[in-house]
């Protein structure tokens, strides 16, 4: 009898050694409106790493990591959706990037 051995694999995204990181603060109409919530649902969608934090003063505060691909399509989708919101989006480029966990909502 001849038994044969399939390895069972979850699908995970393509190692990019070419990851970016970038620092953003949105302005606007941006809490109260679940984009800390979609923000996260976006992140785990296109494997992006970071954290998201409503602010004080009202701005929301975002740290995002991926390959760059990823991070443009994350963007481009969470401005997309929160187009009429936004009022200032500003973003940096962190060059001391630091490795993140998993997406997450902070308080």
Not at 1 to 15: C, K, N, Q, W
Not at 38 to 62: F, M, P, Q, S, Y
Request: proline share 2%; with cysteine.
């Amino acid at each position: 009898m001849l038994f044969h051995l399939f390895a069972v694999t979850e699908s995970r995204p393509e190692i990019n050694l070419d990851n970016k990181q970038y620092h953003i603060v949105v302005s606007g109409t941006v809490q109260g409106v679940g984009f800390r919530f979609t923000a996260k649902d976006l992140a785990n969608r296109h494997h992006i790493k970071g954290w998201v934090k409503n602010l004080t003063d009202g701005r929301v505060e975002l740290v995002a990591q991926g390959p760059k691909d990823n991070l443009d399509i994350f963007l481009k989708d969470l401005r997309g959706i929160f187009d009429r919101n936004i009022s200032e989006f500003q973003s940096q480029e962190n060059s001391n990037c630091m490795n993140l966990g998993d997406f997450q909502i902070r308080f």
